[in-house]
């Protein structure tokens, strides 16, 4: 099985990487066979095509299943923020720590203007229908590197459910407080890591996690361009493999 991080707009890259990996032409076609294929989320803002990655990303699950593999995908907290934008541009969230709006975080986290306008209705039903949480195997996959997760439920099941509720609702304050969880981090790093992991492990079951939204090179103190290759940490139970596309890193497609 195979995983790819946060992606953010960057199709001419991903692709390269996806053919080096040996799972899609050199025009970015399936040509992985049977193999199983991740993506962790985060499709969109900071790069020039966003709407094209969601594109080839959905285009590649229907081409995999022809030839009998398997391309999935979680939606990440940056799908959450385009469409929250989306839905409620500029409308003020309730808020007692003054003006907050899906509209000013999308602008400050790299919101792109092409993504939005070129978003159709198949896009955002598709994006609301990914899970945020899956077990591969022994692996836990998870967009963001938090423990938030733990506050939508007891299993995988019920904080799939839960955040799908929420994002085939229309309520602002929950969509927020969804974006909100979705945009917090580091929970594995420290001395509690392990433990925290440890959470989230045992009540969704695996025994690594893998996450984006993070990137290694922060979590090392080194350049983005220096990255080669995913980030194992928290005692082995924690696998990050952001590598900071959008910030001058790679493209990593990590093999698990």
């Keep these: 099985m195979y995983v790819v991080g946060d992606v953010h707009g960057h199709l001419d890259k991903l692709i390269a990487a996806l053919h080096e990996a040996g799972l899609v032409t050199r025009d970015g076609h399936w040509a992985g066979g049977r193999n199983r294929l991740w993506f962790l989320g985060d499709f969109v803002d900071r790069g020039p095509d966003g709407i094209g990655v ?60 092409a993504d939005q306008t070129r978003l159709t209705d198949r896009h955002v039903r598709w994006l609301t229908d990914r899970p945020v949480v899956a077990v591969v195997g022994e692996d836990l996959l998870l967009h963001s590197d938090t423990t938030a997760y733990l506050n939508w439920g007891e299993t995988v099941e019920e904080v799939n459910e839960a955040v799908s509720g929420v994002l085939h609702g229309r309520d602002l304050t929950a969509w927020w407080d969804c974006w909100h969880r979705m945009t917090t981090r580091y929970a594995f790093r420290g001395a509690t890591g392990a433990d925290a992991a440890d959470q989230l492990l045992t009540r969704f079951g695996g025994s690594r996690i893998v996450h984006g939204h993070s990137i290694i090179a922060d979590q090392l103190g080194i350049q ?31 093999e698990l």
């Design 54 to 113: 969601i594109e080839l990303v959905m285009r590649l699950g229907e081409e995999a299943t022809t030839d009998g593999g398997q391309v999935h995908s979680l939606l990440g907290n940056h799908e959450v923020l385009l469409l929250g934008m989306h839905l409620f541009g500029d409308t003020p969230v309730p808020s007692d720590y003054g003006f907050r709006s899906f509209a000013r975080s999308w602008h400050l986290n790299g919101g792109q203007l």
């Design 224 to 254: 983005p361009a220096e990255v080669d290759g995913p980030h194992s940490y928290a005692e082995g139970k924690a696998l990050a493999v952001d590598g900071g596309l959008f910030d001058g890193g790679p493209c990593l497609v990590v």
